[in-house]
């Protein structure tokens, strides 16, 4: 059974600085990985979404990367901006045909100015 | 491009009481995906429907059901409310394929 975990669970850091969030799953066998933000009460925003075929995608100040053989992904957050204080939640595609998502707990971010 | 619409965002039931939530997709997104999210579980699958079919159902009582109509929205409904349902219910849309999923606002289900 895929199981998808999120270290650490919450994050403070000032503005400005270099930050990364963990990801790790307990299957290789996936179709894609994808990163969310999420406010607190609103729904999911995508940030990135990563194949199984591919190694890191980029936007912005976001980087994120899938190392599939050791069930790892990272996002890095360059420069970070009180305005990305909220919880970053990683999910996986299994797969097997017609799965679900299936969600890590999230990490939330808070960036003081 | 409008996003994926939830409708209502809130709502307020009595137990015992049935409930349904909407959901329009992204334009030209056959696949619909419903989550039940709470602070205890975290986002849990519900069920996926493509073409007006469910495809995928997760591990959650039979009060919960639901269904897509031909232009692809669909509904979500949850009998005999319990104070358990309580929680924030997203809805995802996408293309065909493994393709991303891009989800909605929510809708905040409250039992009392």
């Known amino acids: 059974k895929q199981e998808v975990t999120q270290i650490p669970a919450a994050l403070s850091v000032p503005e400005g600085e270099n930050l990364v969030l963990n990801c790790s799953f307990t299957d290789s066998a996936i179709y894609n990985l994808q990163w969310f933000r999420q406010d607190p009460g609103k729904g999911l925003t995508s940030l990135l979404l990563i194949q199984s075929s591919q190694r890191e995608q980029t936007s912005g100040r976001l980087n994120a990367s899938l190392d599939k053989s050791s069930g790892r992904s990272t996002l890095y957050i360059a420069a970070s901006q009180p305005g990305d204080s909220a919880t970053y939640l990683c999910a996986v595609r299994p797969g097997q045909a017609g799965t679900a998502l299936i969600f890590g707990k999230g990490t939330t971010l808070s960036v003081s100015s | ?112």
């Open chain 2, 1 to 112: 491009k409008a996003g994926v619409t939830q409708t209502p965002r809130y709502l307020i039931k009595t137990r015992g009481q049935q409930v349904t939530l909407s959901c329009s997709p992204i334009s030209g997104h056959r696949s619909v995906s419903w989550y039940q999210q709470t602070p205890g579980q975290g986002l849990q699958f519900l069920f996926e429907y493509f073409s007006e079919t469910q495809r995928n159902k997760g591990n959650f009582p039979g009060r919960f059901s639901g269904r897509q109509f031909s232009n692809s929205r669909s509904e979500m409904n949850v009998s005999t409310l319990e104070l358990g349902d309580s929680a924030l219910y997203l809805c995802a849309s996408r293309a065909t394929g493994n393709t991303e999923a891009f989800f909605g606002q929510g809708t905040r289900l409250t039992v009392v």
